[in-house]
């Protein structure tokens, strides 16, 4: 009986070990493969064709082909170097798409790679227009109303003169400050000639670096650029062939200039109509151009995002202010604020009031527009 468990448990051992030495690697090594474009997360407009190449490599010389798939759908093979598909989207639904380039070798292992796109509809593009403010003189400041009281800072009112000038309709987009980080000399870090312009890597950014250019995250070309520093700011304007706009002009602007009905928000008393803010932003800055306008034709200067100004920040400044286009302090830690935020109250919307911050902060509250003057 013992020989026969013995015979039985030898059987076993050989059955096992030669079912072992079946699966051991037979010496063909799998081919190796990578897709160099489109890059992970690449972006296109529906109709555009995406150019999928590889680099398809097998160590023993035994490559068979290339599948390209899209969303597991087999949709080509490409037996001869280089291995590429060209995938027409013309009439592709807008949505992520999974690409997925498989090398086959002539024992049919395998490897794959995968990249995800995203095909989009094109989006209109809010023009960059300027109004012309004409100069007159206002009253600079607060005005005490049963709505709100003033702060200390918005105080004196005071009589304030200001030439005539342009400002742009809108808040500066992501799309024409990408234009603008295309034409300049920048580092992946937002900084040019050792000052950072604007904070690329931030999570709230809305602007990324695509094959080979600096574009939109898609759905936010109109919404008003952040994580911009005044130093940015200034540097576009100036790009632009103008500047920002000084305390006093955007504060007349903000009034409708010498149409103002002299309301409490820029374009009327009617916050929701006229801004976004906390009670409807709904946690997000908005495109630009979707509230009301005041009446000059302007958007957005109560609420949506804080507006960088030219001006040094001083809370006693209207105390000292001349009267003739005041251009703030000579000197100072702090630039001016104006406008309000969306999610700020409706206080910080008020066409008067005043904020501040380091003409270094970047974050995703900030932005401004672009002033140029008539000569």
């Not at 798409?97 to 995968?114: C, G, I, N, P």
């Not at 006229?274 to 409807?280: L, M």
Request: net charge negative.
């Amino acid at each position: 009986m013992k020989t026969n468990i013995f015979y039985l448990l030898f059987i076993a051992m050989a059955l096992l070990l030669g079912a072992c030495a079946g699966d051991e690697d037979d010496g063909n090594s799998k081919p190796s493969i990578i897709i160099t474009s489109p890059n992970n997360g690449q972006t296109y407009e529906q109709g555009q064709n995406v150019t999928i190449i590889t680099e398809a490599d097998d160590p023993d010389g035994n490559l068979y082909k290339v599948k390209f798939y899209i969303d597991d759908y087999l949709i080509n093979e490409d037996a001869e170097a280089p291995y590429r598909y060209v995938w027409s989207t013309i009439g592709i639904e807008e949505g992520q798409y999974l690409l997925t380039a498989e090398a086959v070798d002539t024992d049919q292992k395998s490897s794959r790679a995968q990249v995800t796109v995203e095909i989009y509809t094109e989006i209109e593009i809010t023009p960059m227009e300027m109004i012309l403010v004409e100069g007159g003189i206002y009253d600079m400041g607060c005005a005490s109303n049963n709505m709100y009281s003033c702060f200390s800072h918005e105080l004196p009112i005071h009589s304030v003169a200001v030439d005539s000038f342009y400002i742009s309709k809108h808040e500066v987009t992501n799309y024409y400050f990408a234009q603008f980080l295309n034409e300049i000399d920048i580092d992946s870090m937002g900084v040019y000639q050792g000052e950072t312009i604007i904070d690329l890597q931030s999570s709230n950014i809305q602007i990324k670096y695509q094959a080979g250019q600096y574009v939109p995250v898609h759905g936010k070309e109109n919404f008003p650029v952040v994580e911009v520093s005044w130093y940015g700011a200034k540097l576009y304007c100036e790009h632009q062939g103008g500047r920002l706009p000084t305390e006093a002009e955007w504060e007349f602007a903000a009034r409708g200039g010498n149409e103002t009905d002299s309301t409490i928000f820029a374009g009327g008393n009617d916050i929701g109509a006229v801004a976004w803010y906390v009670e409807n932003a709904e946690n997000s800055a908005h495109a630009v151009g979707t509230r009301r306008a005041n009446e000059l034709g302007i958007h957005d200067m109560s609420g949506n995002v804080w507006e960088w100004c030219n001006d040094w920040y001083d809370e006693a400044y209207y105390e000292v202010s001349p009267e003739n286009n005041p251009t703030g302090p000579d000197n100072g830690v702090e630039k001016v604020l104006r406008g309000g935020i969306w999610n700020g109250d409706a206080v910080f919307c008020r066409v008067s009031y005043r904020d501040f911050s380091s003409p270094l902060i970047t974050n995703n509250a900030n932005g401004f527009r672009l002033v140029k003057d008539l000569n």
